[in-house]
């Protein structure tokens, strides 16, 4: 079945696809509405799993979400290109048939329907909300964004003012750049969003941050009403609650991804405290499993606080990614999408960056927008009367047409890498196996059943020491049926199974201290010879596996 990756997808094209891939494949794929939107739309969840062996809760479950930011349109396209590659790809690729067979997939293409069908449509303009409100309409006072050109797009206005910090590049009179300090004699700018201005003093052009938008601040975790976008509560937001009622519905999900786009990175928790603070454990973990996403997708893997955070007293609150770390103990990256700089041949250097640097870097970025973009990347400024500021220049560059989403020919190729990691992260989960059932009879109608049950994965069964410390993690069990139990329980509580992570990282001179990967448990049970038992090892993380053995 084909589908695009060139391109992306209003929100009926890519309900289209969603129904067309599930009735595609109904064995594989089930397409439902986690939650309805403000405005009406769905937001569709596909859970993908091979039934004929297992249901999916009896298995690892990995997670996937996109566009819980309206302009961030790649991710929405990667989201799709992961449901569309484990369905066609299902029986031809050994390592999807493997993992759709053991796991299952939840997968949200789009968190943010109505605030992504804003964002689709012209006029363009970078914006995260949710719909609860249309672009602009929270802003009570101040600059109120709006394509007051009329040409499709909202982007920056150039003001001529003597005490303005910016000034047009000499080299490139496209671009602005910055006025160097004591610089005096020459013509300055101060730049704004394109828009009017409410309740305007004819002095001071307010810029007030809106109040519909950032999702990602809308989750139970050092939840604050003071962070933009965060809602009026934790789960106030529809989308949110749907998001976290899958997640609370589906407690065997080992891993996580939440696809964002800002610079071409892979950020790992925590977002609140230094890596000094964190669980050495976890935090190894954490980045061998990022190596693998550096080399599938060459994005480093950094901390979101120590790396992304410019300033150190303002932590964010409220996210999905320290939601689920530090109150379940699942790992979870969120990746974002896309790097012009790369793209452009920039030299890179620090991660949070939504502007140029300099004006060499500026002139670089700029060409390649011009060069691969065009002008919906870049729009050539235009002379315009401003009826509260005067006369105007209104243009520069289309963030969310280069910054924030690649043109569609580098589409697919951002898809492909990502969604390559994102299964090499979920065939790392824990899964339980019962290595061997060995049934000896007894004499008396009594018989001796014995079973050993390791843990294959890469990861604990726990997942996590954060999922201990918290008390989530649960144990493995191991339970025989079919016969009257004499000695010992019918289930037996195993503990917590190591994975092979432990035995990559964990070494000393003085010899390994290594966490068990296997245990054994045994019975005396009565039955009549030519009967079956059945044993059952089961981890929430991990799966359950059964093995049936007759009585001899």
């Not at 206005?157 to 000034?167: C, L, S």
Request: glycine fraction near 10%.
């Amino acid at each position: 079945m084909h589908i695009a990756f060139d391109t992306y997808h209003d929100y009926d094209a890519l309900t289209a696809h969603l129904q067309a891939l599930a009735a595609a494949y109904p064995r594989l794929a089930t397409l439902r509405s986690i939650a309805k939107s403000h405005r009406g739309r769905d937001v569709w969840a596909m859970e993908i799993t091979n039934p004929d062996t297992g249901p999916g809760s009896d298995k690892p479950a990995f997670y996937i979400d996109a566009q819980i930011h309206a302009e961030e349109h790649a991710t929405s396209a990667t989201a799709l290109y992961a449901i569309h590659h484990l369905l066609t790809q299902y029986g031809t690729d050994e390592e999807v048939t493997r993992l759709v067979d053991q796991q299952v997939f939840h997968i949200i293409p789009r968190i943010n329907p109505d605030g992504a069908e804003f964002a689709l449509k012209a006029p363009y303009h970078p914006w995260c909300g949710n719909g609860r409100f249309l672009p602009g309409e929270d802003r009570l006072d101040g600059l109120i964004p709006q394509d007051i050109d009329g040409d499709g797009f909202i982007v920056n206005m150039r003001v001529p003012d003597p005490r303005g910090e910016w000034k047009i590049d000499p080299e490139e009179p496209a671009l602005m750049i910055q006025r160097e300090p004591g610089e005096e004699g020459g013509q300055y700018y101060r730049v704004y969003p394109e828009g009017m201005i409410r309740d305007f003093d004819g002095v001071h052009v307010k810029i007030v941050p809106g109040q519909d938008g950032n999702m990602n601040r809308n989750f139970p975790i050092n939840w604050s009403p003071r962070e933009y976008g965060a809602g009026e509560y934790p789960f106030s937001e529809p989308e949110a609650m749907g998001m976290g009622r899958l997640i609370l519905d589906n407690p065997n999900i080992c891993g996580m991804c939440a696809y964002h786009t800002h610079g071409g990175i892979i950020l790992r928790p925590s977002m609140m405290k230094y890596d000094a603070e964190m669980s050495p454990r976890d935090l190894t973990l954490y980045k061998a499993i990022g190596e693998v996403g550096t080399r599938l997708t060459g994005y480093p893997v950094i901390s979101t606080y120590e790396e992304f955070t410019p300033d150190k007293s303002k932590v964010r609150h409220g996210s999905l990614k320290d939601w689920v770390y530090e109150e379940m103990g699942i790992i979870c990256f969120s990746t974002e999408l896309w790097d012009i700089e790369t793209a452009a041949g920039v030299e890179k250097k620090g991660y949070y960056n939504l502007g140029p640097r300099n004006a060499e870097v500026q002139r670089q970025l700029y060409r390649w927008v011009v060069k691969n973009v065009g002008t919906k990347g870049f729009r050539d400024w235009k002379s315009f009367d401003h009826p509260q500021l005067g006369p105007v220049e209104i243009g520069g560059m289309a963030y969310i047409w280069s910054y924030r989403n690649p043109p569609g020919h580098l589409l697919e190729e951002v898809c492909r890498n990502n969604v390559l990691f994102n299964l090499r992260h979920a065939a790392a989960a824990p899964r339980v196996v019962i290595d061997d059932l060995v049934v000896e009879a007894l004499g008396a109608g009594l018989f001796k059943v014995q079973a050993t049950v390791s843990n294959h994965g890469y990861l604990p069964t726990n997942l996590s020491d954060v999922a201990i410390q918290k008390g989530v993690a649960q144990t493995v069990t191991l339970g025989v049926d079919g016969a009257e139990v004499v000695i010992n329980p019918a289930t037996v509580d195993l503990g917590h199974l190591a994975g092979r992570n432990e035995r990559r990282f964990e070494w000393s001179p003085w010899g390994q201290q290594w966490s068990a990967v296997a245990k054994r448990a045994e019975w005396l049970v009565r039955g009549a010879a030519g009967g079956t038992v059945t044993v059952t090892a089961r981890s929430q993380k991990g799966g359950a596996h059964r093995v049936t053995a007759q009585l001899p």
